[in-house]
Structure formats: structure tokens, C-alpha cells
């Protein structure tokens, strides 16, 4: 089992960070689709809550260059379903991730958190914790799943960044 934990600053409070950004439908495609590349990325569903809501998304990413070893074991394909819930009352999203392929022998959880910071910034938390129970190759799949997951957080802070300041209003 391998852990991996970021934090990233923006220049908005968390509730804006939520709706304009993690939970919008335009961000999103514009990460998934056109940033990243996946050949899919979309809501399943989305159920309201009493402090939130739970939503299952089902994504697709490009195989890039994946070692053979672990490449042959996702015969499957890459895609996932991330069942997800949001609780508005703590500023948090809590997922798990059903894979593809390995589905008995991968487990993936994510718990996010935005946390509103002085001058009206927040930062966003997240821990990723992966589990491969695979003889041989679970340590070097653990490893490159979290490498994935990291790029991928950086790519949507930059996204983000660059769409709050395209939104924000002139003072």
C-alpha cells in the first residue's frame, strides 16, 4: 500500500473553488477531455444528499508508455467508475475508485479537503492512497498510479488558475 499527499493554494474561498472549478461541468471537460486526454470522462449520476451529494463518474485515460508487465495486466482497459461524495458542511469529497481491470486486486481512495485561507484564498488537500495486491509488480503499479494521480492534480491547479483569473471580476 502506497500514500501520496499535495496541497494546493488558490485565489478564491472554497465554495467558489467547488462550483466554478472541481464540480463544473465546463472544467471538466476541459481537464479530462482536452488537458489530459482521456477518451472519456462523464457523469454517471448525481444524487443530492442532506449535506451534499454522491456522484459515480466514469473515466477512461489514455494508456501511455506503461512497462509491459503492467500493461499486460490491464486487459480490461484503463477505464474507472469514481464513486465520489461531497460533504458541503466540511469543504471535503471522498471517493473510491473501481477499476477496469484488477478490480479485486486494486483499491484506490482519494479524501480531498478546501480549507478557506486568509485574503480569500483556500487551499485544497488531498491524500491518494493506492493498494495493489499483485505478486512482483503491485509496488511499481502503486508507484505509477500515484505519479499519474500527482501529474494530473498539477495539471488541473494550473487549469484551475488560469480559469479564475479569466472569471474574476476587475477591482
Known sequence: MATRTGAH????????????????EEFNRKLFLERLKFEQWEVLEQVETADGFRRRVKATPRVGDLPGPIKTLLKNGTGYVEEGEYFRSQSRYVINVIPSSLADRLKITGDMRVVPLPDGRCRRSYTTVVEAKIMVVGGMLE???????????????LLTQEMLKETKPAT
Open 9 to 24: 493554494d488558490f485565489d478564491c474561498d472554497p465554495e467558489t473553488f467547488w462550483a466554478r472549478a472541481f464540480f463544473s
Open 143 to 157: 508507484t505509477r498510479l500515484l505519479d499519474d494521480i500527482d501529474k494530473s492534480y498539477a495539471r488541473s491547479t
